[in-house]
């Protein structure tokens, strides 16, 4: 355990001029290699141009990239700089607040012109598209922070943009919805009459609120059936997740000046990467030996690494997309519409799966009730109002300062503040009149959902 420099700094801030140059690639570092992604179809081994399709190859080149580091292009940190590098709080007033003797600190994502981490990626893959000729992209959205990401990054790069979201989501968000609108982006609510995915569940259930397994399937659709149009992932698969590498990286740093090494780091996972993002860069540094507990938040709701086995199965409900060895709870599960949106999806990045399963990442599952009460803790302190996705991370950390406080011992706890919540005010609304329902998954909905990965094959 670290002592923490006996300052009374709160905010750990970077120069432009420190913005890391490169992403970190963690797959040359996993102590087991990731599992061969299969073609849905033959169900073998996929090759480059079974993805050509939907991606540039850039990212099909990095999403299979074993090198270690992988440079960050001048026009693509040009744009970073419009935010990052990120602050870094020493969270004192939560401290406070809580009365811990440990210490919390937190990486604050939610200063991005969209609000969130999300544009780390977007940012890079509407560059490698254009790049390479595309003049659209297609991608789903839940909670609307990535959507309105993508919107974002299309409009200064020059792209044009596609955006299907969740349909309880889009109607939970009007304000999501505006924004992604004033960026220039065109968006209906998922799923839609506009694909045949959209189509085939509207007819079998037109109350469905809709899910990200449903938007991806209408979005990948969508871009295969164009040739100008690639789809754009914001979560889940390597390259996403080598993206966001950038925040943990500069958080290295900025624990550096604040003359702390963090004994536990923490963040909430949907698809994995906000989570990946903080925790790849200090997973290096456990991989090589440093003692570090990495803990991942999901909601009770959809617990996939807590409860879902590991298992290949499709990243979408339509099963377009190809075969991946992850934590799921089978392709066709449709999460209860808790406010968290962005934390609703079946499965985790694969990367992150294997980690969890070689036992370096451990995970915790929250109902939401719960959530929301560390969320306005946190805001009634350190003043940030956060994403409900984010509150999952806080949540997190306010219970491992607590166990280390009856434990008798001080901890150096890490967490990432993913978004600002600023377009959840209805779920806050909900939470403050009591309206919030508690959803944990219950043992016999997982068996049927399960049913969905039957006669898939087994991971090795
Ligand atoms: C603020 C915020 N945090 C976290 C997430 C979850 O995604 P991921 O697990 O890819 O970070 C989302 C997704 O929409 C989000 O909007």
Known sequence: MQRIAASTQTKFLLDESQLPRRWYNIRPDMPTAPQPVLHPGTRLPIGPDDLAPLFPMALIGQEVSEEPEIAIPEEVLEIYSLWRPTPLYRARRLEHAIGTHSAIFYKYEGVSPPGSHKPNTAVAQAYYNKQEGRTRLATETGAGQWGSALAFACKLIGLECKVYMVKISYEQKPNRRSMIQAWGAEIVPSPSEETQAGRAILAEDPDTPGSLGIAISEAVEDAAGRGDTAYSLGSVLNHVLLHQTVIGQEALAQMDLAGAFPDVVIGCVGGGSNFAGLAFPFLREKIAGRDIDVLACEPAACPTLTRGPFAYDFGDTSELTPLVAMHTLGHDFVPAPIHAGGLRYHGVAPLISQLVRDGLIRAEAYLQNDVF????????????????????????????????????????????????????????????????????????????????????????
């Open 373 to 460: 009460a560390s969320a306005l803790l946190f805001a009634g302190s350190e003043g940030i109002l956060p994403a409900p996705e984010a509150a999952h991370a806080i949540h997190g950390a306010v219970r491992v300062a607590q166990a280390a406080d009856e434990a008798g011992v001080e901890r150096t706890i890490l967490f990432n503040l993913s978004g600002h919540g600023h377009f959840d005010m209805a779920a806050y609304d909900n939470y403050l009149e009591g309206k919030l329902e508690d959803v944990a998954l219950d043992e016999d909905e997982i068996g049927p959902a399960l049913h969905a990965i039957e006669g898939l094959p087994t991971p090795a």
